[in-house]
């Protein structure tokens, strides 16, 4: 999936699809093991921005995946839970991060959390 396209499909997110989004990133963390992975994917993240200089334009693209996520849930009338919304912005923030970085296996990791969407869409 593209950087462009995943923001632009944050923005066309209704609530069924935000709580699925959310149901598949608790899934993900379920165990110390689950933790563990997701700190060395921040870690490998983090390691590719800055050895190719792209922090800035992660940055940007972290804050147009949340953006994004907040116009889903202000044009739906579903009230959708502060802890989903949250839960859901940060992950997109964290995925549009890694595939600014073009770290595969973390973009891999995450893009499954959102798969229940692409696939519907």
């Given at each position: ?26 899934a ?33 693209a ?46 891999a ?13």
């Open positions: 999936m593209e950087l462009g396209v995943f923001v632009e499909m944050l923005g066309r997110l209704n609530a069924d699809e935000m709580s699925a989004v959310a149901r598949a990133i608790d993900s963390h379920q165990t110390a093991a689950d933790e563990v992975a997701a700190w060395e994917d921040l870690m490998r993240i983090d390691d590719a921005l800055r050895s190719h200089g792209r922090t800035r334009v992660a940055a940007c972290a804050h147009d995946a949340v953006q994004a996520v907040h116009s889903a849930v202000a044009a739906t009338d579903a009230n959708i839970a502060d802890a989903v919304v949250t839960r859901v912005a940060r992950e997109a923030a964290l995925l549009a991060r890694a595939m600014v970085a073009g770290a595969h296996e973390p973009v990791h995450l893009e499954r959390e959102f798969l229940c969407v692409t696939h519907a869409a």
